[in-house]
């Protein structure tokens, strides 16, 4: 049993999670298992009167929230099964043990730690990482003479490798990135990174997964309301809204109107991207009848745009929705004066008081301080996606991915300081994060959960698997997540625990 | 509420400490929740509800894991190691070197459990028991990630195990001691006691060695009624009915509980008189109501001439290792680490 005291916030408060429950991937406060036995009792009882059919059915049509809190689980499924006191999700209780979190981190579950491996067995392969670690390391010791000779051994290893797949390939692009951290570019790519984009959308389900699934969040927290206003980080092609808007058509009672603002980088010559993209989906939404309005933010970097730009009125509900944009800003500069840029950017989030925001970040911890650490992580993450990629069969979008991956491999890899915008940490990371800066979670659930399934098999390889995390979902491949999909909430000033 | 029904769940309470209760309850509520009348099963659900966690090489107490993918089939196992003393954490596990050349380190195959419908070999639940079998065992771990009914019926399970022994075995990176070789056991809880009985067979049958079978409260069954099923229908956890419903699930269609996978030393089993077959320890919990199968089955393999060690605990319901706070976890786990680590040796 483990026991935390909360000696910052309520003065003697004791909280005690199950440790041995936590450990088997549960939490339940060992106060409370008395109580949560008995509903569980109840809930049998309930369940052992009914039908088989009813309960199959009453399984399926239910919406199901994190799992590892047995006791929310039980009672939603109580007051589900009674239909008499349908209580909305129980939100209070929810951030009593989103705070119990972050104080049980030494379990291993909730470890920050965690390291995944590629593992090699074929000789070449294990030379040629022996080599790329060694190369690694006496970058981080500054031994660039020893690194550079390393780079050139392993580019002679490579010619006798397969690099069309596996480890040969993705060893092609981390040593490619080591050359250029040590000799400066020499060949670079002219594709305008959009246009990449578009092709690593299409050959993996990464951002599908994560469109999707903000989306349908989105939808939920829009129920009841007439106003709508959804925040992008991101505009690129607007990829994410055609589903959105088409399915507030379709929403029972009419679909409200619905505002979108874009963030994106300002545009080159004479045209005006923003504004080429949010003319293309309004008139998506003129053909299905939303009424709509768009705007478009240009800014190079997030930490430049100010609340005011976006134009945001108390009347409406807002979604802001950050797809793998949060962690760009993780670089700036410790500056003990000033707030830095992330928790300026989740402050004036907050002032806006958005329904939900909608957070998906690629599940790595690529934000290491030491070099070897980073490198490694990154060495590891970047195999599992292009063992995934492997399976795609269409080209260009296949090799065109490659090369939008080999971007994001090329800044964790080669740059620093601010020049290093692929700051990728865990949601166990980010939870903690948001947790402190007054956010608390909304679950996403098993229906969310299962349409993400069904998208799934859209697509042909079989590896990737949707996992639940504690009211998140992620997408990875065979038993590794590598996106994680959230969704938040401000909370209240009154509610919150500074730490 | 119905009077029977009360009593039951007051009598499983007080045999097991709370959170155990709490625990198995869980998974039995959510199981009936799966389970559909007409043989299909809510996967999506399961999967949501399951509770997974990742492999991890930075060691945790002292055991680290990593996963391995068959690109052949799919299917992962997760490997299990005594993290070394010196290690090097760059993370890159290179499987070239043997676990040992001096000393003999045994190899556990693990077939989780589940009625071969439930959990992954990267169940949280499993993903623990695994690490404490490589802590209090000293050995490591390759758990399989075997392919579950209904969706793949028997022999599917069968396969998988088979296929993964294959490959344990010709991993010179899991060889030790001073023959070089693989020293394999196999073991498994509930259906994964099942699987290890048939792979063994089948590794008996075509001269693949295995040192020894772990079979914790192995799933076996049979069409007729044993006293012990009739005794302790619904008592502590389990019901007969839902036993029938997996069955159903994982037997060729129109097959009975009389199948040789379900009931390998049955009418329709085959004799294991005169084959290799490996030593077995058959773990029995005494509030099992499939306890009298298990019993008859470690009897059978006697009566084969085969070695059997009997582990009966008397008051241990199904599932008691999940969670190390009983006697019975802590018996088990000697009784193991005994088993693989033979004074001979």
Same mark, same amino acid.
């Given at each position: ?7 910052? #916030? #309520?003065?003697?408060? =004791?909280?005690?999670?199950?440790? &041995? ?92 730690? &965690?390291? =995944? ?37 392993? +580019? ?59 989306? +349908? ?18 505009? @690129? ?50 053909? =299905? ?67 939900? @925001? ?53 800044? =964790? ?40 399934? @069904?998208? &799934? ?43 | ?28 509520? %959510? ?8 043989? /299909?099963?809510?996967? *999506? ?8 966690? !990742?492999?991890? /090489? ?25 993290? !070394? ?12 070197? !043997? ?28 993903? /623990? ?9 000293? %050995?490591?771990?390759?758990?399989? $990630? ?57 590794? %008996? ?21 044993? *006293? ?56 029995? %919990? ?12 470690? *009897? ?16 241990? /319901? ?7 706070? $009983? ?9 193991? $680490? ?8």
């Amino acid at each position: 049993m483990e026991i935390e005291i909360d000696s910052v #916030s #309520s003065p003697s408060k =004791v909280k005690e999670i199950d440790g &041995l429950l936590a450990d088997v991937g549960y939490k339940v406060k060992s106060s409370e298992l008395h109580q949560v036995a008995q509903n569980i009792e109840r809930l049998e009882n309930v369940i052992v009167n009914s039908s088989s059919s009813d309960i199959s059915q009453f399984a399926s049509d239910t919406i199901h929230y994190d799992p590892s809190d047995i006791g929310n689980w039980v009672d939603n499924l109580l007051s589900e099964f009674d239909h008499t006191n349908s209580l909305p999700y129980d939100f209070s209780q929810l951030s009593d043990l989103a705070q119990d979190q972050h104080q049980h981190h030494h379990h291993h579950h909730q470890n920050h730690q &965690l390291k =995944v491996v590629t593992t090699v067995e074929e000789d070449s392969a294990i030379k040629l990482i022996h080599m790329l670690m060694t190369c690694a390391d006496s970058l981080q010791r500054g031994n660039i003479q020893l690194a550079g000779s390393l780079i050139e051994g392993m +580019q002679g290893l490579l010619t006798n490798m397969n690099t069309n797949s596996g480890i040969g390939k993705v060893a092609g692009y981390f040593i490619d990135a080591l050359n250029r951290r040590i000799f400066g570019q020499n060949n670079i790519i002219h594709i305008e990174n959009d246009v990449l984009y578009h092709h690593y959308y299409e050959a993996c389900p990464y951002l599908k997964f994560a469109h999707f699934t903000a989306n +349908q969040a989105i939808l939920e927290a829009f129920n009841g309301h007439d106003c709508v206003h959804v925040i992008d980080f991101n505009l @690129m092609h607007g990829l994410q809204w055609p589903a959105l808007i088409q399915a507030l058509a379709l929403r029972p009672g009419g679909p409200p109107f619905l505002r979108l603002t874009g963030i994106g980088p300002p545009s080159h010559d004479d045209r005006d991207n923003l504004r080429e993209i949010g003319l293309r989906l309004a008139e998506l939404a003129r053909s =299905v009848n939303v009424r709509f309005a768009f705007r478009g933010v240009a800014a190079w970097r997030l930490e430049d745009v100010k609340p005011w730009m976006l134009q945001v009125s108390s009347k409406e509900a807002v979604a802001v929705n950050s797809i793998m944009q949060l962690h760009r800003l993780l670089g700036s500069e410790p500056d003990p004066n000033n707030p830095s840029a992330i928790e300026t950017v989740l402050g004036w989030i907050r002032s806006l008081n958005p329904k939900i @925001m909608t957070v998906v970040e690629q599940e790595a911890n690529h934000n290491e301080d030491g070099f070897m650490d980073r490198f490694t992580e990154a060495l590891h993450y970047y195999s599992t996606v292009f063992d995934s990629l492997e399976a795609c069969p269409v080209e260009p979008d296949k090799a065109m991915a490659e090369i939008y991956l080999q971007r994001e491999i090329c800044n =964790v890899v080669c740059c620093e300081g601010p020049a290093r915008v692929e700051r990728h940490e865990p949601l166990i990371k980010w939870r903690e994060r948001l947790g402190k800066t007054g956010f608390r979670p909304l679950h996403l659930g098993s229906n969310a959960f299962k349409q993400a399934s @069904m998208l &799934l098999t859209l697509f042909s390889a079989e590896g990737y698997c949707v996992e639940e995390n504690q009211g998140s979902l992620t997408l990875g491949w065979h038993s590794r997540p590598l996106i994680a999909a959230s969704a938040w909430q401000a909370v209240p000033e009154t509610l919150r625990f500074d730490h | 509420m119905a009077g029977s029904n009360e009593v039951n769940l007051n009598e499983s309470k007080s045999v097991v400490p709370l959170n155990t209760w709490v625990l198995i309850s869980n998974f039995k509520l %959510a199981y009936n929740l799966l389970r559909r009348a007409d043989g /299909t099963f809510n996967r *999506e659900l399961a999967e949501f509800l399951d509770r997974k966690v !990742p492999a991890n /090489t930075i060691p945790v107490d002292g055991v680290f894991s990593f996963d391995h993918v068959d690109r052949n089939t799919g299917l992962f196992s997760r490997v299990y190691q005594p993290a !070394p003393e010196n290690v090097t954490t760059c993370g890159i596990i290179e499987l070239e070197k !043997p676990l040992s050349t001096t000393e003999i380190v045994p190899v556990i195959i693990f077939f989780h459990g589940g009625s071969f419908s439930h959990s992954s070999a990267n169940s949280a639940i499993y993903d /623990t028991f695994c690490r404490r079998l490589v802590t209090m065992c000293k %050995a490591v771990v390759v758990s399989v $990630n075997y392919r579950r009914s209904p969706e793949h019926r028997y022999p599917c399970a069968y396969e998988d195990g088979w296929n993964a022994l294959n490959w344990v075995k010709s991993r010179t990176w899991l060889q030790s001691g001073k023959d070089s070789k693989v020293y394999v056991y196999m073991a498994g809880d509930s259906s994964g006691g099942n699987i290890a009985h048939h792979v063994a067979v089948r590794a %008996a049958e075509e001269d693949v060695e295995v040192l020894g079978n772990i079979l914790l409260h192995p799933l076996f069954g049979g069409e007729k009624r044993t *006293e012990s099923e009739k005794k302790l229908d619904g008592k502590y956890f389990v019901k007969l009915q839902d036993r029938d419903w997996y069955w159903r699930a994982f037997l060729p269609e129109g097959e009975d509980r009389d199948h040789h996978a379900c009931n390998p030393l049955g009418p329709k089993g085959k004799s294991l008189k005169g084959l290799k077959f490996p030593k077995s320890l058959v773990c029995v %919990a005494g509030l099992d109501l499939l306890q009298d199968w298990q019993l008859e089955y470690a *009897e059978g393999l006697k009566n084969y001439d085969h070695d059997v060690k009997l582990l009966y605990l008397k008051e241990a /319901t199904i599932g008691f290792y999940f969670l190390p706070n $009983n006697d019975h976890f802590y018996c088990l786990m000697n009784e193991i $680490n005994a088993f693989v680590h033979p004074p001979n040796c």
